[in-house]
């Protein structure tokens, strides 16, 4: 299993980022996707899922109506695109299945200051 993040940077507050998850080594199709995130001092949330093929999403409510998370399955590869950033989102992102797998990528990370 392999994910790699990438999209991160620095935005002010109200910008917009797109985040990518480029997955391998496991038949990205078959399973819903998530993506969590970790703040400095946090635990690990899970803030939005996609199921395998339906294609039916669900957010944590502190991100609702302002992210939105997507999938391509011919690419293997997980979206998601947030705006109306806010300082409180500053975390490193993952991606992961809804039900983690043990490995994790690197993260990209995301920081939201003026």
């Known amino acids: 299993v392999q994910f790699v993040e990438s999209g991160g940077g620095l935005v002010q507050p109200g910008g917009s980022l797109r985040l990518s998850c480029a997955a391998s080594?496991?038949?990205?199709?078959?399973?819903?996707m998530s993506w969590y995130r970790q703040a400095p001092g946090k635990e690990r949330e899970k803030v939005a899922t996609?199921?395998?093929?339906?294609?039916?999403?669900n957010y944590t409510d502190s991100v609702k109506g302002r992210f939105t998370i997507s999938r391509d399955n011919t690419k293997n590869t997980l979206y998601l695109q947030m705006n109306s950033l806010k300082t409180e989102d500053t975390a490193m992102y993952y991606c992961?299945?809804?039900?983690?797998?043990?490995?994790w990528g690197q993260g990209t990370q995301v920081a939201v200051s003026s």
């Open positions: 992961n299945a809804f039900i983690p797998m043990e490995s």
């Open positions: 080594r496991f038949t990205f199709s078959n399973y819903a």
């Open positions: 996609i199921t395998s093929t339906s294609g039916r999403t």
